[in-house]
Each structure stands twice: as structure tokens, then as C-alpha cells.
């Protein structure tokens, strides 16, 4: 395979593992969004290239140099990786990250909870950050593309409540769906308001049904821009 010759094509490929009981359950993949960050931090160097631009203070008393600048750099990585999804995903990625990691307190891996998702609070409703705004400048050195907002909320009640997939009207609303049906699926959880809820429906019909709803949606997308890159080339 190594000698076939691809004509140029080349693309860069990420592998990134998620759990086998989440391949059909989109709403809970929204976690794969800070996984690719990750993957976007390590090849464009930005956490590394941020401690050049603020080198980290002085290390404790206790502490080595070396292990106080990594402790640094992974939670700049972190909180990259966070806002990269967030870019995408919005509340979403607040949300999951409160479900997977509620009340974590900061270690040398990765920042207390409550720090990313301030970083996360801050970035969503436009207030000064010194993370975001080290991130920011960070970019603008590397003449790579800000963090902005990326995704546009769909509105699914109307679809959904008819057992209906969502179409898409731009591709922004592809990425808002993913936060769009965790509130969604979480207010049905809670309130059962759809039509299609009856008492013969429990917490796991509901979840089933609107994952497979949001993911319907999403393979209706990818079947019209398939057929439209066909018939327009």
C-alpha cells in the first residue's frame, strides 16, 4: 500500500478513541471536540509557543524548574483544548466538562474544574480572560485563526417533538446541533414535554431517541453535501 500512488492526495488523519456504547450517541461525543483541540494544539505548538510569549513565574520553593514549566504547559494545553471546543460546541462543552469532571481540584496534569470552566464562562460571554487573551495573542503571533465562535443553535423542538430529523440551513448549525440536543435531551429528561413521551417511555427511550434524531440529522447533511459535490463536479 505504501507504493500506491495516491496523485497528491494526502490528508492529515486523527485517531481519536471513544468509547464503543457512544458510536451512536453524538450528543455525548461533544468531549471529541476538546480531544481534536488537543490534536491542533500539539501540531500548531501553541501552548508551547504561549511560554515563550509569558514564561511561567517562579516556581515554588519545593519544586523543580523543569516539572513547574511542564505543570504550566499542560494546563495551558488543557484550557486550549477547552476553548477549541467551546469554538464549536459552546455550552456544550461546559456542560460535559461539569458531567465528566465535577468539583476536580487542579493537579499537574490538568487545572481545577472550576478554573476551565470560568476560562470557558469568560470566553463565551466576551469578558477578559488572561488565558484567553494569552491564547489570542498567541494565535495572532502564529498567524493562525482566533478563537471565535463557530456554530450557530439550530432550533429542534419543533422536528424533534415530531419524531423528525433537523435539516441544516448552514453549516454552523451542523456544530450548534451538538449542543442544541444535549439541552434538548436533557429537557425531556426532565420535563417529558415531546408528544411522543408516554409513561411507556423511560429515561433510556428518551436519550436513545434523541441521539438517534440528532444523528439522523447529521447523515442527512452528509448525504445532500455528498450528492452536491457529485452533480456540481
Same mark, same amino acid.
Request: proline share 8%; with cysteine; charged share 20%.
Given at each position: ?8 492526495? #494526502?490528508? =492529515?488523519?486523527?485517531? !481519536? ?6 458510536? @451512536? %450517541? ?5 468531549? &471529541? *471536540? ?26 515554588? #520553593?519545593? =519544586?523543580?524548574?523543569? !516539572? ?6 499542560? @494546563? %495551558? ?5 477547552? &476553548? *477549541? ?26 487545572? #481545577? ?20 487573551? &494569552? *491564547? ?48 434538548? &435531551? *436533557? ?47
Amino acid at each position: 500500500m505504501d507504493k500506491f500512488d495516491t496523485n497528491g492526495y #494526502a490528508p =492529515l488523519l486523527v485517531r !481519536i478513541g471513544a468509547p464503543e456504547a457512544f458510536k @451512536h %450517541r453524538p450528543i455525548f461525543c461533544i468531549p &471529541l *471536540f476538546h480531544e481534536l483541540g488537543h490534536f491542533v494544539d500539539h501540531h500548531y505548538k501553541v501552548s508551547e509557543f504561549s511560554l515563550l510569549l509569558a514564561p511561567p513565574g517562579p516556581p515554588p #520553593a519545593n =519544586l523543580h524548574p523543569a !516539572i513547574w514549566r511542564e505543570a504550566n504547559l499542560n @494546563h %495551558r494545553m488543557e484550557h486550549f483544548a477547552d &476553548l *477549541f471546543s467551546t469554538c464549536y460546541t459552546g455550552e456544550g462543552s461546559r456542560k460535559s466538562l461539569l458531567a465528566i469532571a465535577p468539583d476536580h481540584g487542579a493537579s499537574h496534569t490538568h487545572p #481545577a474544574t472550576a478554573r476551565r470552566v470560568e476560562v470557558i464562562e469568560h470566553f463565551l460571554n466576551g469578558q477578559q480572560d488572561p488565558m484567553v487573551g &494569552l *491564547f489570542q495573542t498567541t494565535l495572532a503571533v502564529r498567524k493562525l485563526p482566533a478563537l471565535s465562535q463557530r456554530f450557530k443553535l439550530p432550533s429542534l423542538a419543533a422536528p424533534f417533538n415530531d419524531v423528525l430529523p433537523y435539516r441544516f440551513s448552514e453549516d454552523a448549525e451542523l456544530y450548534g446541533v451538538f449542543p442544541s440536543g444535549w439541552d434538548y &435531551l *436533557f429537557d425531556q429528561i426532565n420535563n417529558r414535554a415531546a408528544p411522543w413521551i408516554d409513561d411507556g417511555v423511560d429515561v433510556h427511550g428518551i436519550e436513545r431517541t434523541v441521539n438517534d434524531l440528532v444523528e439522523k440529522s447529521i447523515r442527512n447533511f452528509e448525504v445532500r453535501e455528498r450528492w452536491n459535490s457529485v452533480t456540481s463536479n
